[in-house]
Nanobody
Framework: QVQLVESGGGLVQPGGSLRLSCAAS????????LGWYRQPPGKEREFVAI???????NYADSVKGRFTISRDNAGNTMYLQMNSLKPEDTAVYYC?????WGKGIQVTVSS
């Protein structure tokens, strides 16, 4: 069964950057829509960014211009480059491919 594993989270100061990675155990990235979602403390899970095969991307308004989603189909890895981080970006971040979800990784933005 294909699994997704996130890495690269942690604690960062406001204005800083982090790069999240999502590694797939199987060959799914070349044929799937991939996405990042997040769940802030005490809130519902929300959409962050999506990458569609062919190159199209879409972002939540709250992260547009600061976050960039990318994929390495050959390496079965997806990335989320997060710049100009804000405290409100604090959340557990999940990668997704169809019905498959990673377990999530914590990102904390705090001084």
């Amino acid at each position: 069964q294909v699994q997704l594993v996130e890495s690269g989270g942690g604690l960062v100061q406001p204005g800083g950057s982090l790069r999240l990675s999502c590694a797939a155990s199987g060959s799914i990235f070349s044929s799937n829509v991939l996405g990042w979602y997040r769940q802030p403390p005490g809130k519902e899970r929300e959409f962050v960014a999506i990458s569609i095969r062919g190159g199209s991307t879409n972002y939540a308004d709250s992260v547009k211009g600061r976050f960039t989603i990318s994929r390495d189909n050959a390496g079965n890895t997806m990335y989320l480059q997060m710049n100009s981080l804000k405290p409100e970006d604090t959340a557990v971040y999940y990668c997704n491919s169809g019905l498959i979800w990673g377990k999530g990784i914590q990102v904390t933005v705090s001084s």
